[in-house]
């Protein structure tokens, strides 16, 4: 606080209504106050006195969406770690927003946690200044395509999307359409793209139509997608997704529409997820190591890697591409 005081021009008295939102100040000195806290990745004691640790018995596990059925999976890999530890894992969701992101770190390390977990490596400067000072483990997960504020459990998506794109042309495919959700804000979606798109350009090639969206996947949007970018560029013979959700709404236009699938036009998503089990045909995916990931980042959190060493690592998963019934065999 005598920190955020200084910066600020403003008593430590001053500084503490701000931040517990008592008393009588003005906004301009409201302002001054919070946007130095922001810059000094100061974040406010609550239990300051309660524990002699300064520390509670919480994990913060901070995702972007609950509705995508990749997460589950990861708190399934967390929970099974940390069930014996006397570790609780507590959840925060940002909707891929920078702000809400922001937001929910504050909140979690206001409480002082034992360590926190966070999907992707990319943040707003006022959620790096904050993750550098928390004074505790600090995991990034399912992105290693990037530098970690101390430890980072995932897969390359660059890589995983250059693997995608070699299969597909591989199997004889030109003309090739991208369809992405939650973009611009899905930074492993577009990492992925990146990588398609290079590996794309090295046999000479290049998209031939892209479709984004900025909300969330679902069935009814892949089918959607899968229909405005077929209408408009009907010589399109394959469709990458960028998440099986979609995927699996295209393949199923597709197949209403008496669409050859492989033949005519193939299909891929990502994730691997379970949904694909109840689909007419399996739809090419490529795992992306959800419950490994949440374990391993849990075991971080919980100083159970095999050196002992809590933070400071970086895992790599390799992702497996499974070509299901929707790429033509090579």
């Known amino acids: 606080m005598r920190d955020v005081s200084e910066a ?41 006195g309660a524990l002699a640790s300064q520390r509670v018995n919480l994990v913060g596990v901070i995702i972007p969406s609950l509705s995508n059925m990749v997460f589950p999976e990861v708190m399934t890999g967390i929970s099974d770690v940390l069930e014996d530890t006397g570790l609780q894992p507590v959840v925060g969701v940002t909707n891929y927003l920078p702000e809400r992101e922001e937001s929910v770190i504050y909140e979690m390390l206001s409480w002082r946690p034992s360590g926190l977990i966070l999907a ?52 004889g495919y030109r003309r090739i359409a991208f369809l992405g959700t939650q973009m611009p804000n899905d930074h492993r979606a577009k990492k992925r793209l990146a990588g398609f798109e290079e590996a794309l350009a090295r046999e000479g090639l290049a998209l031939a139509d892209r479709e984004f969206y900025s909300g969330g996947s679902a069935l009814l949007k892949g089918r959607e997608m899968t229909e405005a970018v077929l209408k408009r560029s ?4 394959f469709l990458y997704y960028s998440n099986d959700m979609i995927g699996a709404g295209g393949l199923l236009y597709c197949l209403a529409q008496g669409i050859d699938v492989p033949g005519r036009v193939g299909l891929a998503g990502f994730n691997g997820v379970e949904l694909l089990d109840g689909l007419p045909r399996r739809l090419a995916t490529m795992d992306a190591c959800r419950l490994d990931i949440g374990r391993l980042a849990a075991e971080i959190i919980a100083g159970k890697r095999p050196d002992g060493i809590v933070g400071g690592e970086i895992i790599e998963l390799s992702p497996t591409l499974q070509p299901g019934d929707t790429i033509r065999k090579v």
């Open 8 to 48: 600020s021009g403003v008593s430590e008295m001053t500084v503490s209504r701000v931040l517990r939102n008592r008393g009588d100040v003005s906004d301009t000195t409201r302002e001054r106050v919070l946007e130095a806290a922001r810059r000094l990745g100061y974040v406010p004691n609550k239990i300051a």
């Open 120 to 171: 992707g490596l990319e943040h707003s400067e006022a959620s790096q200044a904050m993750l550098a000072q928390a004074g505790v483990p600090v995991v990034e997960i399912m992105d290693i395509d990037g530098t970690p504020v101390d430890s980072a459990v995932g897969i390359s998506h660059r890589r995983a999307g250059r693997q995608m794109a070699e299969a597909i042309v591989a199997a």
């Open 234 to 237: 009907p010589d399109v013979d």
